[in-house]
């Protein structure tokens, strides 16, 4: 089943999201099915629960379809559980990132290129891995959404008043998602 996505101005969005516990994994794996289906309908490499009303620690990414269509390593494809981010290290990259919450926005943001995860999968298996490029950064944020954190509240300054218009648009649905979506109107 394909789930609505929320779009930004939707209160589940900038939730501190709560810890997973062992006894709701029949649920959590029904969702993650869900998000499958919801992140490839909507030809995302990312989603987390937050984004269809969720606010728990759950997120997944899919980067290797990519590889298919671009010159990208294998990518992964995992459920991440709980996941904290231990370290992040290296130079700072300066990648464009979209976010399946805000319809037709797109900007650079700067962000460490390597990054270290503890997370657990649906077998609720601990695993502590270390990611670089376009994984690393699709991780990176994913794992803001479990935090509540936007990636608009990582654009600079001049690029989040240049953002300003089209934020009021996607918030009062004026941007429409060629995806099923779930938006305050207002
Ligand atoms: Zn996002």
Not at 7 to 31: A, C
Not at 56 to 83: C, R, S, W, Y
Request: glycine share 6%; aromatic share 8%.
């Amino acid at each position: 089943m394909v789930l609505p996505v929320y779009v930004y101005g939707q209160e589940v969005l900038k939730k501190k999201g709560r810890d997973i516990v062992p006894e709701e994994m029949e649920n959590i794996k029904k969702l993650v099915e869900q998000m499958w289906e919801t992140m490839y309908k909507s030809h995302g490499v990312g989603l987390a629960a937050h984004q269809v009303g969720h606010p728990i620690k759950l997120f997944i990414v899919d980067t290797v379809q990519l590889h298919e269509k671009e010159d990208q390593p294998m990518g992964i494809k995992k459920v991440f559980i709980n996941a904290e981010i231990i370290q992040e290290e290296g130079e700072i990259a300066i990648i464009e990132e979209g976010c399946l919450s805000f319809p037709e926005l797109r900007g650079k943001i700067e962000r460490p290129s390597i990054v270290t995860i503890k997370y657990y999968d649906l077998d609720l298996k601990e695993h502590i891995e270390t990611y670089d490029g376009f994984d690393a950064r699709v991780i990176q944020h994913e794992y803001d959404h479990t935090l509540g954190t936007l990636f608009i509240e990582k654009f600079n300054p001049l690029k989040r008043r240049l953002a300003k218009g089209k934020l009021d648009k996607i918030r009062t649905g004026l941007v429409q998602a060629d995806y099923p979506t779930r938006i305050n109107r207002k």
